[in-house]
């Protein structure tokens, strides 16, 4: 009697911050999956506003309520290397631009040069989210009323640790 294999897919993104698209991504390819792995790419020469750990358990308590969620890092590996490591057939992206779309194409024939047996799965967030990014959210950090602003564009567990270290701060 054969084991039936998992489905196993990977998300992979900076998550610095996490917001409400890639939460809306997670919930989207969850449903899809026996397991996601949600895995933060770490570039050492890039500079993060949040430690790898400090990302991780934003992650964690964004997505507590999907089971089939699990939170990892990888770095120094091209994504469909990693998902190869640890079994997973599926490499998940979003596409919420025209340029985007261009990009995530031509990586989907780059990854499939290296790992041929993996395959990516693009989904396009709605609307409210498809101009959501880390970078926009971090660049609204600090005029007058940046925090109800930013509010509506990260999960709470997210606004909460921004809130905690904007005060640690002393801002």
């Given at each position: 009697?054969?084991?039936?294999?998992?489905?196993r897919?990977?998300?992979?993104?900076s998550?610095?911050?996490?917001?409400?698209?890639?939460?809306?991504?997670?919930?989207?390819?969850?449903?899809?999956?026996?397991?996601?792995?949600?895995?933060?790419?770490?570039?050492?020469?890039?500079?993060?506003?949040?430690?790898?750990?400090?990302?991780?358990?934003?992650?964690?308590?964004i997505?507590?309520?999907?089971?089939?969620?699990?939170?990892?890092?990888?770095?120094?590996?091209?994504?469909?290397?990693?998902?190869?490591?640890?079994?997973?057939?599926?490499?998940?992206?979003?596409?919420?631009?025209v340029?985007?779309?261009?990009?995530?194409?031509?990586?989907?024939?780059?990854?499939?040069?290296?790992?041929?047996?993996?395959?990516?799965?693009?989904?396009?967030?709605?609307?409210?989210?498809?101009?959501?990014?880390?970078?926009m959210?971090?660049g609204?950090?600090?005029?007058?009323?940046?925090?109800?602003?930013?509010?509506?564009?990260?999960?709470?567990?997210?606004?909460?640790?921004?809130?905690?270290?904007?005060?640690?701060?002393?801002?």
């Amino acid at each position: 009697m054969s084991q039936k294999r998992i489905r196993r897919a990977v998300y992979a993104g900076s998550f610095d911050p996490p917001t409400n698209g890639h939460l809306w991504m997670i919930r989207e390819a969850q449903g899809m999956f026996d397991e996601l792995v949600v895995a933060i790419g770490v570039n050492p020469d890039k500079k993060s506003t949040y430690s790898t750990d400090e990302r991780k358990q934003m992650l964690r308590d964004i997505t507590r309520h999907f089971p089939n969620v699990k939170i990892t890092a990888f770095e120094h590996q091209f994504l469909v290397n990693y998902a190869k490591s640890i079994g997973a057939d599926y490499v998940v992206r979003g596409i919420r631009t025209v340029s985007d779309y261009e990009y995530e194409r031509s990586m989907r024939y780059i990854n499939h040069d290296l790992q041929p047996d993996i395959s990516t799965v693009l989904l396009m967030p709605p609307r409210e989210y498809a101009e959501v990014s880390s970078t926009m959210v971090k660049g609204m950090v600090g005029p007058k009323g940046w925090q109800e602003v930013i509010r509506r564009y990260v999960p709470d567990a997210v606004y909460q640790k921004m809130m905690q270290d904007y005060v640690y701060a002393g801002r």
